[in-house]
T-cell receptor
Framework: DQQVKQNSPSLSVQEGRISILNCDYT??????FLWYKKYPAEGPTFLIS?????DKNEDGRFTVFLNKSAKHLSLHIVPSQPGDSAVYFC???????????????FGKGTKLSVKP | DTEVTQTPKHLVMGMTNKKSLKCEQHMGHRAMYWYKQKAKKPPELMFVYSYEKLSINESVPSRFSPECPNSSLLNLHLHALQPEDSALYLCASRRGQDYGYTFGSGTRLTVV
């Protein structure tokens, strides 16, 4: 049973346009959400996070939106650049979930391709 | 130093071999993690160490044996692995619950 879902395995966007990556979750105990970017043969690189007490967090070209009622979050990248091409993982954690104290649950990832 | 360093980057081992993966961080993070990632799959949690003590073992087979000798170092000892254990093994650390994880670049393990 997937607790964190990224239903789009891939996304292709033109350089300069907005990229929107979506993520849905099922566990209402999740209270902290993160986005990671991963290049082939490398470990995930932390991009941006958001706590459940917020509905938006912005860092440069990256903005994460959280809709708790819909159990949905999205990552907006604007403007998109070719160097943004990578796999993006959504991840969530919950305090004291099963005693695990905030371990990350990852979605399957969305491969973003930004075309010049 | 803001990195998690993993060695080796690549490892090929036979099913009868004993090898170890190493993870090191000098950020003062007291929680360290081992994740396993198969191709086209999300990372899956294996072990969690909190203040050098094993706090989570996600039903990992005993052929994987973690060790945390000090607050900066995390090892994963491998013995009698199977070809299906071939994967990218990721180490991560973080300062606390309100902080993001820092991942290493991983060890690409191939079991032959």
């Amino acid at each position: 049973d997937q607790q964190v879902k990224q239903n789009s395995p891939s996304l292709s966007v033109q350089e300069g346009r907005i990229s929107i990556l979506n993520c849905d979750y099922t566990n209402s105990m999740f209270d902290y959400f993160l986005w990671y970017k991963k290049y082939p043969a490398e470990g995930p690189t932390f991009l941006i996070s958001i706590s459940s007490i917020k509905d938006k967090n912005e860092d440069g070209r990256f903005t994460v939106f959280l809709n708790k009622s819909a159990k949905h979050l999205s990552l907006h990248i604007v403007p998109s650049q070719p160097g943004d091409s990578a796999v993006y993982f959504c991840a969530a954690s919950a305090r004291n979930y099963g005693g695990s104290q905030g371990n990350l649950i990852f979605g399957k990832g969305t491969k973003l391709s930004v075309k010049p | 130093d803001t990195e998690v360093t993993q060695t080796p980057k690549h490892l090929v081992m036979g099913m009868t071999n004993k090898k170890s993966l190493k993870c090191e961080q000098h950020m003062g993070h007291r929680a360290m993690y081992w994740y396993k990632q198969k191709a086209k799959k999300p990372p899956e949690l294996m072990f969690v160490y909190s203040y050098e003590k094993l706090s989570i073992n996600e039903s990992v087979p005993s052929r994987f044996s973690p060790e945390c000798p000090n607050s900066s170092l995390l090892n994963l000892h491998l013995h009698a692995l199977q070809p299906e254990d071939s994967a990218l093994y990721l180490c991560a650390s973080r300062r606390g619950q309100d902080y993001g994880y820092t991942f290493g670049s991983g060890t690409r393990l191939t079991v032959v």
